[in-house]
Nanobody, 125 residues
Framework: QVQLVESGGGLVQAGDSLRLSCVAS?????MGWFRQAPEKKREFVAS????????YYADSVKGRFTISRVYANKTLYLQMNSLRPEDTAVYYC?????????????????????WGQGTQVTVSS
């Protein structure tokens, strides 16, 4: 697997924007973001296949969040616009360094073998 280092979290007000970054130590096939709010289960946010560029989004963030990557420096980004208090959570970067994904595999947490330490995003109302 690979090591993942996230950055970019913080405290913002509703309607503001934040950009999260995640740097991988090696090649990956799929990278994504998941989040976990207090007393809630971890949930999928967005993912991207590194070859081909297909992207996947949770319905709750479609139109507000954009996932992108810079392949050369193995960096994944999550641009978060129009943030809402319900977006408050610890955001985790995840990667599959062994295989590509198809369909639902691309947002199934069990398919991601590498995880970052998490970065806190807090949105105040």
């Amino acid at each position: 697997q690979v090591q993942l280092v996230e950055s970019g979290g913080g405290l913002v007000q509703a309607g503001d924007s934040l950009r999260l970054s995640c740097v991988a130590s090696g090649r990956t096939f799929v990278m994504g973001w998941f989040r976990q709010a207090p007393e809630k289960k971890r949930e999928f946010v967005a993912s991207r296949r590194m070859f081909g560029g297909w992207t996947y989004y949770a319905d709750s963030v479609k139109g507000r969040f954009t996932i992108s990557r810079v392949y050369a420096n193995k960096t994944l980004y999550l641009q978060m616009n129009s943030l809402r208090p319900e977006d408050t959570a610890v955001y985790y970067c995840a990667a599959n360094a062994k295989s590509d994904c198809s369909g639902a595999q691309c947002y199934d947490a069990s398919r991601f073998g590498s995880w970052g330490q998490g970065t806190q995003v807090t949105v105040s109302s």
